[in-house]
């Protein structure tokens, strides 16, 4: 069980930090952090709308993962202090 634990909390901080890059690359709606990395630039040199779509599906998938992960853990921990 602990093997299975150590997995997950690893699984949960990989996708913590891949998630927290996925949304920082996200199309910003105004300033902020997107700016920065020439999101304020003219709308020719956007990504193209299949780039954000897919930019958002794998956002969601890795969200899902990263939920799952958090309660597969707090199920564990749950159960092994019965």
Do not use: C, P, Y
Request: net charge positive; aromatic share 8%.
């Amino acid at each position: 069980m602990q093997i299975i634990e150590f997995v997950l909390q690893v699984l949960l901080g990989i996708t913590s930090l891949l998630l927290t890059l996925l949304i920082l690359l996200h199309k910003g709606r105004g300033g902020g952090l997107s700016d920065m990395f020439g999101g304020g630039m003219t709308s020719a040199l956007g990504s193209s709308g299949l780039a954000e779509r897919n930019l958002n599906r794998f956002t969601v998938i890795l969200a899902l993962v990263w939920f799952a992960s958090i309660v597969a853990l707090g199920l564990i921990t749950k159960f092994q202090a019965i």
